[in-house]
């Protein structure tokens, strides 16, 4: 078995795991807050990584926001994102050889995605956004003060 088809069978029982989490709650009635940041192992293509993401975000119904970092520089292609409360996945693709990744915070929230490079793909899975406003911004150290981050409204 190569190493890749090893790390596909990796991402796909992680995929699984996630999954069979996000089915498992209280059927009370009441909602949660819980947060779970979702990435493929190292090594994974952005492909597999792109792959689980949409899979999650299928499985919890999620809403997908693709906040992209721009072609050169310290910055994201836009700085404004909108998303519906519920379950949230954010990506954040880096065309860059420059490492970046997608974080966001606020309400509470505080979660970061894996630093990537190359084309890979930063992930964060939310399985209940709140409304609100939030920011996003690259965690890599000096990236947010030079200016890479930005808004996310909530509704």
Do not use: W
């Not at 065309?95 to 630093?115: C, F, K």
């Not at 981050?149 to 509704?155: A, D, E, F, Q, R």
């Amino acid at each position: 078995m190569s190493v890749k088809s090893r790390l596909r069978g990796v991402a796909a029982t992680g995929l699984a795991m996630v999954v069979l989490a996000a089915g498992c709650g209280s059927s009370g009635g009441t909602s949660s807050s819980a947060t779970t940041a979702v990435s493929a192992p190292a090594g994974v293509s952005s492909d597999v990584s792109s792959a689980v993401s949409s899979a999650v975000s299928s499985a919890a119904g999620g809403h997908v926001v693709e906040i992209d970092v721009a072609a050169s520089g310290l910055k994201y292609v836009k700085s404004t994102a909108a998303a519906s409360a519920g379950p949230v996945v954010i990506r954040s693709k880096n065309p860059q050889s420059l490492g970046h990744d997608i974080s966001i915070r606020g309400n509470g929230i505080d979660e970061s995605g894996e630093i990537v490079t190359d084309g890979g793909v930063s992930t964060i899975t939310i399985a209940n956004l709140k409304p609100g406003t939030y920011t996003f911004f690259c965690s890599v150290p000096g990236h947010e003060e030079a200016g890479m981050k930005g808004t996310l409204t909530v509704s």
